[in-house]
C-alpha cells in the first residue's frame, strides 16, 4: 500500500489511464448531450407557445344587421364558433340568425312558420 517512488518519466506527464481518458471524453459528451437536449425541450415549448397564441387571437369585426323598428332581439347564444340571435319582430315570425363569431358574416337563418 506505498506509492511507487519509481514512477517513469512518461506517467510523471500524463498520470491517467487509457480508461480513465474515455470516462473524461464520456462524461464531457453527456454533459454537451443534456444541455442541447434541454436547450431543444425548452426552443419546442416556446415555438409552441407563440403559435398557440397567434392563432387565437381574433379580429374584431362589426356587422350591421337591417331589423325593422318593431322587432326585438329575444336572446343572443354563442356555441362554439357560431353565434345565434333570436328576433321577434311584433307583426312578424320570429326568426333565428346565424352568424360566425370568427369573421361576423352570417352564415344562415331559421325562419318558423305560424300555424
Known amino acids: ?18 480508461s480513465m ?14 444541455v442541447v437536449g434541454l436547450f431543444v425541450v425548452v426552443y419546442t415549448i416556446a415555438s409552441r407557445v407563440i403559435d398557440k397564441s397567434s392563432k ?11 331589423l325593422t323598428e318593431d322587432a326585438k332581439v329575444n336572446g343572443i347564444t354563442a356555441d362554439g364558433s357560431k353565434l345565434f340571435i333570436k328576433v321577434n319582430p311584433e307583426n312578424g315570425v320570429p326568426h333565428v340568425l346565424v352568424f360566425d363569431a370568427e369573421t361576423g358574416q352570417q352564415i344562415g337563418e331559421l325562419k318558423f312558420q305560424l300555424r
Do not use: F, H, Y
Open 56 to 66: 387565437d387571437t381574433a379580429r374584431p369585426w362589426t356587422t350591421i344587421i337591417d
Open 21 to 34: 481518458r474515455i470516462l473524461t471524453i464520456l462524461v464531457v459528451l453527456m454533459g454537451i448531450m443534456i
Open 1 to 18: 500500500m506505498g506509492t511507487n517512488l519509481n514512477q517513469t518519466e512518461n506517467n510523471l506527464k500524463n498520470p491517467k489511464s487509457k
